[in-house]
Structure formats: C-alpha cells, structure tokens
C-alpha cells in the first residue's frame, strides 16, 4: 500500500478492528468538529518498534494537558496488533494513533465524562534512502498558537505552510516566530553553526520532537556541542548546515533555505549531518 494514495485496510476503532470503509464516528465526534484530539506516530524499523515508550509517554503527556481522560497502556499491544494484522512484522512501517475527546453537543467548554474515540492503524512508510534526499526549504511565517508542545490534530497552520511550501516545490518549511526559527511544519530543525548544533529549546513554542531527544543525544555521546537556542534569521549566514528530523522523516539534510523571493542559505558542509545521519541508523537498525 502506498500510504500517500491508499487506506490502511483495516483499523482499530473503539474496541473493534474494522475494514477501513466501515469504520465510522460521528459527526458530533469533537475531533471532526474541533480537531478536539490527540495523534501520535510511531515508526516501526523491520517490525521492530523505535522509542515506542517515548511516544506513548508523549501521547500520555498531550492527553493530560488538554484533560482528555484515557489511559495509553493498553495501546502497546494494540500497536504491536496493528502491525502484524497489516502484515508488516517483517518491513518498515508505522502506527497512527488518534485520541479525540469523544462525541458530545457541541459546545466549547469540555462535556462531563465524554468516551473518547480511539482510533489507531498501522500503514507501511519508506524509512530507507533518507540520506540521500537533500530539501529545499522555505521560509514561512509560524502561525500556530502558543501550545505547540500538544501534539493536536488541528494541524491547520502547519497544513497552511506545508500546502504553500508543496504548492512552490519546496519539500519543508522552516517556520519563523519573532525572527526565530522555531521548527518546521511536520519536523525538529537543528542548525550547524561554528561547529555547534543549535535547535530552539522546548516549550510551547515547538513539539517536543522524539527524535530531536535522540539525535541530541547521540551528539552529546559524539562529543558534538548541543545548545538548546533558538536561531535568528540574520544568522543563517554563519550557518554551515540545516538538518531536519522526525520519526518518518528521520535525519535530513537542507541543501537550501529560501524565502518567497531569493535564496537565503545554502550548504557549505554536511560533515556534521552526515555522521549524526549514520548513528541513527546505528541506532534504529542495531
Ligand atoms: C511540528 C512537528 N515538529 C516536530 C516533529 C517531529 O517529532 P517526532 O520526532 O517525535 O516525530 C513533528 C512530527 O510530526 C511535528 O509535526
């Protein structure tokens, strides 16, 4: 199954595994509504999974700050479920996991003890070959809120970047909030520069990325210096490489950052990216 073209065949919805086209929620389903909801994806390397706990203690985390009640324990044999029904034990793949609020009357404030809706599936993704893809990034202006920690499904203003990034034949964006790049649209960003690896320190102001944590690691395990600063725009010119990261994404290099109208940085080196790329491999597939 190509997942940019195709549906999972079957899903986990609310108890039952069901064909992809019989799996139904409400149209009062909070998540179809408000985008009231929670979402989470975990790679899977040969059917193995990477940092399944971290990503379950993420979901964990988002739930409680919107106080969506559920509790993700159970979901670790549902994910492993998942995978092998999909028939994917042996190759690359990864679990969606989506959480909304549940179904209830509309209204803003949350409903007493809604059920929330669990969906989850497992879709096949190509995890090999990121080394040798280079992206073309663009500048875009951070117009999300101030709760970028909370990994939510209204994704619309990354989806609004990503859409105007795509639509220009850009790969990413690199999202900029008070002249500071935060992260990009669906991926960590790191910056190279006099040999220290810069990347905006978590907050609100960026997704708590899983692989961010890991690829911050391995560079205080290399003895490569990590500041955890956010980089200003005017600096890109004392940058020598960009590197995004995420869990499909993995570690990839930006050959190039541009604005709507001229380019603003180009790679001088990628020294430092491809030695972190090589680790992680090291890591994902032991
Ligand atoms: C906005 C944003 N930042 C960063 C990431 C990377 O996070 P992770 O490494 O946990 O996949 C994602 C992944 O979806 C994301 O959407």
Redesign the pocket.
């Known amino acids: 199954m190509n997942p940019k073209k195709n549906y999972p065949e079957e899903v986990y919805l609310n108890g039952k595994w069901l064909k992809h086209d019989q799996a139904f929620v409400s149209v009062f389903d909070r998540g179809f509504m408000f985008g009231d909801g929670i979402y989470e994806?975990t790679p899977f390397y040969n059917g193995i999974p990477f940092k399944l706990k971290?990503?379950l203690e993420?979901l964990q985390y988002c739930l409680k700050e919107v106080q969506i009640e559920f509790d993700v324990a159970p979901l670790e044999k549902l994910m492993l479920e998942a995978v092998s029904r999909a028939g994917l034990s042996k190759s690359d793949a990864a679990v969606y996991i989506q959480i909304s609020r549940g179904t209830a009357p509309r209204t803003h404030f949350y409903p007493e003890n809604p059920t929330p809706t669990i969906l989850l599936y497992s879709f096949p993704v190509n995890l090999e070959n990121f080394k040798n893809r280079q992206w073309k990034v663009l500048v875009s202006k951070d117009k999300r809120w101030q709760r970028?920690d909370i990994?939510t499904t209204a994704?619309m203003a990354?989806i609004m970047a990503n859409e105007e990034a795509v639509s220009l034949e850009f790969e990413e964006n690199l999202l900029v909030r008070k002249g500071y790049f935060t992260?990009?649209?669906?991926?960590?960003a790191f910056f190279v520069k006099y040999k220290t690896i810069y990347t905006h320190p978590e907050g609100p102001h960026?997704?708590?990325?899983?692989?961010?944590?890991?690829i911050i690691l391995l560079c205080q395990n290399l003895g490569i210096k990590v500041k955890e600063k956010a980089v200003h725009l005017d600096e890109l010119v004392e940058v020598d490489e960009i590197f995004l990261?995420?869990?499909?994404?993995q570690v990839v290099k930006v050959a190039s950052v541009h604005s709507r109208e001229k380019e603003l940085f180009r790679a001088k080196k990628n020294h430092i990216t491809t030695l972190l790329q090589n680790e992680f491999i090291k890591l994902t597939r032991p």
Do not use: D
């Open positions: 994806v971290e990503h993420r970028c990994k994704l990354n992260e990009a649209s669906h991926s960590s960026i997704l708590s990325g899983v692989t961010r944590k890991q990261t995420g869990t499909t994404t």
